[in-house]
């Protein structure tokens, strides 16, 4: 692994133009990158693999540094081509590229092909000028690499629109033996990019029909939680007003799981937890979410690959995208929007639901959604 400084000038070629370890050729202009991509490769033994980050100038550089990387693609020495967005640096603000090279790929079922990923939409935003990745989004990035190269455990790769591609050399060459993701994986697809503003309005007005019927199931079980605390007349509370039922549900949450207060609280003894909890009611237990809930990823599925049919597909949205034929998951289901516009919206499914293999992170969020079924993504 290796972080060398980018576009190296001043470099004495005359003192190593003969060195073998530049069996590619020394490029003609003043910059270094193919001289240190080459002496990575140089320190690998044959099946040894190098991963660096590069300036994104040098994936397509033309003249002498396209003839060097020629030879390096014909060689099939590059595995993964990675590019990441600007600012995920403190000291360096321009976008970057990771270069992954294997020297034993050849004999492998990759023979022949690199893997292109796209990632300068998946980030978390630390402040105006600065972004990182999270240990999710390292693990998202990871799996598709792990799925492309066939590792045990993991499932079968497949590209996705605007995020990964896998492509021969022969692609490669007709792209102008460019190593540039952007050149592979293609835009992501447009949500109901086809579908008429009029059919748009139809199935959205479905879904709040259908939500407000789910909430009119609920209203009966909320005033029965209310009523043991304050028998008040509820009748012309909207309970479908989202501003109504977090202010309920806030005022229940603290009371059960702060202040202890439950209903038929009296009769359990407090104890202490060993955590910094303190004292919690006997037979209760400090557990993570993670412990407790089953949390689904979702199906690659696009507006090019549903099938027509009545299950209405969710992406970071707040309504249907579009419809599909199948769901995958089973309700009740509690979903959170991830990223987008409508980030953190939640929703609550009582009917079966499906989930997406990649979830674009920082791109795509999950959804969900209703009757006959749901598909996620």
């Not at 939680?225 to 202010?247: G, N, P």
């Not at 809930?293 to 309504?319: D, Y």
Request: charged letters at 25%; hydrophobic letters at 35%; a neutral charge.
């Amino acid at each position: 692994m290796a972080n060398p400084p980018f576009n190296v000038n001043g470099i004495d070629k005359e003192r190593i133009k003969d060195d073998p370890r530049f069996p590619y050729g020394i490029p003609r202009n003043d910059n270094g990158n193919y001289i240190w991509i080459q002496l990575f490769l140089s320190a690998l033994k044959n099946t040894g693999r190098a991963g660096f980050v590069m300036a994104n100038s040098a994936s397509d550089a033309g003249h002498s540094e396209k003839e060097i990387r020629m030879k390096i693609i014909e060689d099939d020495l590059v595995d993964v081509m990675i590019v990441v967005g600007p600012n995920m640096f403190y000291n360096v603000v321009i976008p970057v590229t990771l270069w992954f090279l294997d020297k034993g790929k050849k004999k492998t079922d990759r023979k022949g092909k690199i893997l292109f990923i796209d990632a300068r939409s998946i980030y978390h935003q630390i402040d105006r000028a600065h972004r990182e990745w999270t240990d999710k989004h390292v693990e998202y990035i990871a799996e598709i690499v792990q799925r492309y190269r066939g590792e045990k455990g993991t499932e079968k790769y497949t590209d996705i629109k605007g995020i990964c591609r896998v492509a021969t050399i022969q692609q490669v060459r007709e792209a102008g033996y460019s190593l540039n993701p952007n050149d592979y994986v293609g835009i992501a697809d447009r949500i109901n990019d086809a579908l008429p503003l009029r059919d748009q309005f139809e199935k959205l007005n479905n879904f709040l029909k259908e939500q407000t019927i789910n909430s009119q199931k609920l209203k009966p079980e909320i005033v029965k939680t209310i009523q043991s605390y304050a028998k008040l007349d509820w009748k012309h509370v909207d309970f479908s007003s989202v501003e109504v039922l977090e202010q309920l549900i806030h005022l229940i949450y603290v009371e059960w799981f702060v202040n202890y207060r439950y209903p038929g609280h009296e009769k359990i003894k407090m104890v202490d937890s060993g955590t910094d909890f303190g004292k919690i009611p006997m037979g209760w237990e400090i557990k993570s979410i993670g412990e407790k809930i089953t949390i689904l990823k979702g199906k690659n599925i696009t507006q090019n690959t549903i099938s027509a049919g009545e299950v209405p597909v969710v992406a970071g949205g707040m309504g249907p995208a579009y419809y599909h034929n199948t769901s995958n998951a089973s309700g009740p289901v509690i979903t959170v929007s991830a990223s987008g516009a409508n980030a953190g919206f939640v929703n609550l499914y009582f009917e079966e639901t499906t989930k997406r293999n990649y979830p674009q992170t920082e791109r795509c969020g999950t959804g969900t959604c209703l009757s006959k079924g749901s598909y996620e993504y």
